[in-house]
């Protein structure tokens, strides 16, 4: 029963392990940003020392999001059958190896299967972080919390970006081996800060672990708590994995995966390729880079806004504001493709801004809306589905402005837009005031 002298721990005030656990949870994001974009950084010395073919240099670039596509769901499985806590850790000490071993790969094909267990590493990580630490905020600061975290993705690109232009320019002709090996420096040092993290209450509540789940309530929120201030009381032992591919949370799964997607086509899209869809657009030389530059951290700006408005307007209707208001920017964007440079600019500069609703919420809506016996699952299932999204949007915006032009393919990303918002306003709850087991239950 629960207890009704005091309020569900849920209501209990944020303290400082909260904090400390969202810290150690961002790197989950932050190393997917660093791993993903230094590669990028070092492309050109890597191919040039082992030789690699168009089509070796495409697989090494992409191997770490195919990767990601089968780590995201069988990190799930594994992280809502096994618990939080031992994989939490040990998913690190694969990426800190797997990053360390690069150094010493001779070949094209050993790079690219290391890059795929980076991937599938990174994949693990997403689930069984931002599960661990949904499961143990309050529902004041769950949303923007979580949000929060959507930034730090940008964090570990803008660090690989610096990291590896200083480590091209004083390592020597080997520096790819460094560069590449230096995402092992920042695995570590998250390994080291989540060492000794408890296991999850809520799982171990769900499992029937009950003494347990008590003894770590009352070592994160001291003495007067116990399972008894948890919302859900019982385990829900009918739940299973496979009840994300049928009845009411297939709907949810569905809902989750299409938003994601639909915010991550565009989104990566105009991140990858933004240089060259300026140029398109008639912007060239330093205008381009630094317009680039400027459209990057716009999308920061757009994250940050997000995690600020989550509260005050809701889930649902921040979704909406967000694929409404950037889609219209899309729109403006195909409608007058040669609308001049400060025209071009301000547009995608919004379309960053204002995407940044959906961006924060790939991270939210997954969380609340699925129960703790299979919440590591569905955030494993719904990341692994949104790499689609972004290896389709990688793969065909260069084709698409070869074949159709820059108009037509700002027009499409208009259209996914629209479907975005359209799944949104029919599918998408509002969660803003309700406790993780009420969100993730059936009834509400």
Known sequence: MPNNNKASLEDAPLNSF?????????????????????????????????????????????????????????GGLFTDRLGRKTLYVLV??????????????????????????????????HPLATSLLAEFLPRKQRGSILASLVMMWFVGAAVAY????????????????????????????????????????????????????????????????????????????????WSLFHSSYGKRIFFVSLFWTCSIIPQFAIYAFAPRILHAMGLTGDLAAWGAVAITIMFVFGCLLGVKLINPLGRRNMLMHSFLWSGLALLLLGLFPDG??????????????????????????????????????????????SRIGAAIGTYLVPLSLTSIGIANTMLVAFGISMVGLLVTWLMAPETRALDLHKASSLSY
Do not use: C
């Open 162 to 241: 610096i990291a590896g232009e200083l480590i091209l320019r004083y390592a020597g002709p080997e520096a790819w081996r460094w560069a590449l090996a230096s995402a092992a420096v920042p695995g570590v040092l998250f390994l080291i800060l989540r060492a000794g993290t408890p296991e999850s209450a809520r799982w171990l509540l769900s499992k029937g672990r009950v003494a347990e789940a008590d003894q770590v309530i009352k070592k994160v929120y001291g003495d007067t708590y116990s399972v008894r201030d948890l919302p859900e009381t019982t385990p829900r032992h009918s739940i299973s994995v």
């Open 92 to 125: 690190l000490v694969a990426l800190a190896g797997f990053s360390l071993a690069q150094f010493w790969v001779a070949s094209a094909w050993a790079l690219i299967a290391l890059r795929l267990l980076l991937g599938i590493a990174i994949g693990a990580d």
């Open 18 to 74: 909260h904090k400390k656990l969202a810290i150690y949870s961002s790197g989950a994001p932050f190393l997917d940003g660093y791993i993903l974009s230094i590669i990028g950084v070092v492309m050109l010395q890597l191919s040039q020392a082992l030789q690699l073919s168009t089509l070796q240099e495409g697989m090494v670039a992409a191997a770490a999001l195919v990767g990601m596509f089968f780590g995201g769901f069988v």
């Open 340 to 385: 001049g440079a400060q025209m071009t600019l301000l547009l995608f500069a919004s379309y960053a801004l204002f995407i940044g609703g959906a961006q924060v919420l790939q991270y939210v809506y997954p969380n609340e809306l699925f129960p703790t016996e299979i919440r590591g699952s569905a955030v494993g299932l719904a990341t692994s589905l």
